[in-house]
């Protein structure tokens, strides 16, 4: 007997809770396939190179080295710097999309003439392509001729006139925020939709202020989304590379810091080891920040 017959038999004999469950296996098959393939092998992959050191020349293999690369970052000042503008960058930004998009969503809660087409514009920081978006803000804070710099700085004085913004974290912060505020403002108004009228009724029957209003009824039913889009900016905005390389280069983050180490100075040793320490540093923060709400 062959091994498709015997096999055939051997389906035929199973139940069909057991072929179903073999059904399952099978359909799922390729999209775990998929992400092995494109997900598994480069991280195993990176994992090795991280303790090697990676020839110029293909045809040469890789040589190990061990923890010399991790030990070499831990002394770099270069890679300190973009730690800590990583994780400045990422929480202020991360806060300020998130509040103005509450901010926003707050807004369109109430009817008003043309919110329709308020709502398409509100998202288009968040659809514009990236590359625009960028050159625009580069434009209009150029320190010669930009507009934000003739208001700003030449009509109010906020700041020294001839000043370029465009190279401080701060200004990235501010556009990062402006970029994604959409993404949270779409979220936290399909929940504020979602919350019963009768709660606010009941509310004001009670005599409960606006503010009151807020903060016992809005805000605990808004908690998780808020946390989820924390959450989820938060681990995109860790591993950022095309927004501040767009925006400027003079703001060194742990993103553009592995594309000039592995790419400029063709270190991809410790450009591995640095991403490796990047996953790390997620993984242990999206733990403690997943315990921390679900017991909140």
Same mark, same amino acid.
């Given at each position: 007997?062959?091994?498709?017959?015997?096999?055939?038999?051997?389906?035929?004999?199973?139940?069909?809770?057991?072929?179903?469950?073999?059904?399952?296996?099978?359909?799922?098959?390729?999209?775990?396939?998929?992400?092995?393939?494109?997900?598994?092998?480069?991280?195993?992959?990176?994992?090795?190179?991280?303790?090697?050191?990676?020839?110029?020349?293909?045809?040469?293999?890789?040589?190990?080295?061990?923890?010399?690369?991790?030990?070499?970052?831990?002394?770099?000042?270069?890679?300190?710097?973009?730690?800590?503008?990583?994780?400045?960058?990422?929480?202020?930004?991360?806060?300020?999309?998130?509040?103005?998009?509450?901010?926003?969503?707050?807004?369109?809660?109430?009817?008003?003439?043309? @919110?329709?087409?308020? @709502?398409?514009?509100?998202?288009?920081?968040?659809?514009?392509?990236?590359?625009?978006?960028?050159?625009?803000?580069?434009?209009?804070?150029?320190?010669?001729?930009?507009?934000?710099?003739?208001?700003?700085?030449?009509?109010?004085?906020?700041?020294?006139?001839?000043?370029?913004?465009?190279?401080?974290?701060?200004?990235?912060?501010?556009?990062?925020?402006?970029?994604?505020?959409?993404?949270?403002?779409?979220?936290?108004?399909? @929940?504020?939709?979602?919350?019963?009228?009768?709660?606010?009724?009941?509310?004001?029957?009670?005599?409960?202020? @606006?503010?009151?209003?807020?903060?016992?009824?809005?805000?605990?039913?808004?908690?998780?989304?808020?946390?989820?889009?924390?959450?989820?900016?938060?681990?995109?905005?860790?591993?950022?590379?095309?927004?501040?390389?767009?925006?400027?280069?003079?703001?060194?983050?742990?993103?553009?810091?592995?594309?000039?180490?592995?790419?400029?100075?063709?270190?991809?040793?410790?450009?591995?080891?640095?991403?490796?320490?990047?996953?790390?540093?997620?993984?242990?923060?999206?733990?403690?920040?997943?315990?921390?709400?679900?017991?909140?």
């Amino acid at each position: 007997m062959s091994v498709i017959s015997q096999t055939k038999q051997r389906y035929d004999n199973l139940t069909i809770k057991q072929k179903e469950v073999y059904l399952g296996y099978a359909l799922i098959l390729p999209s775990v396939l998929l992400v092995a393939i494109t997900l598994v092998y480069p991280l195993l992959y990176n994992f090795y190179l991280s303790f090697t050191e990676v020839p110029l020349t293909p045809a040469e293999s890789p040589e190990w080295i061990g923890l010399e690369n991790y030990m070499t970052l831990i002394s770099d000042p270069d890679f300190l710097v973009a730690l800590r503008n990583t994780f400045i960058f990422t929480l202020f930004s991360d806060i300020g999309a998130t509040v103005i998009g509450l901010g926003v969503a707050l807004l369109f809660t109430k009817e008003f003439f043309g @919110r329709r087409l308020a @709502r398409g514009v509100v998202l288009l920081p968040y659809i514009a392509p990236l590359i625009a978006s960028a050159f625009v803000w580069q434009w209009i804070w150029d320190p010669t001729y930009g507009v934000g710099q003739f208001f700003f700085a030449d009509l109010l004085g906020l700041y020294d006139s001839g000043t370029d913004l465009r190279n401080s974290l701060t200004m990235v912060i501010v556009f990062e925020s402006w970029r994604y505020f959409p993404f949270a403002f779409l979220l936290i108004l399909a @929940r504020l939709q979602s919350i019963p009228d009768e709660l606010y009724e009941a509310a004001k029957v009670d005599g409960a202020s @606006r503010w009151a209003r807020f903060r016992d009824i809005t805000l605990p039913e808004l908690k998780y989304v808020i946390a989820t889009v924390f959450l989820i900016r938060w681990i995109w905005n860790f591993n950022v590379f095309a927004d501040v390389w767009l925006f400027t280069r003079d703001v060194p983050v742990l993103g553009v810091f592995v594309y000039q180490t592995g790419f400029n100075q063709f270190e991809q040793g410790i450009a591995a080891a640095t991403s490796m320490i990047m996953l790390v540093f997620l993984m242990l923060f999206v733990a403690i920040y997943v315990t921390w709400v679900i017991e909140w």
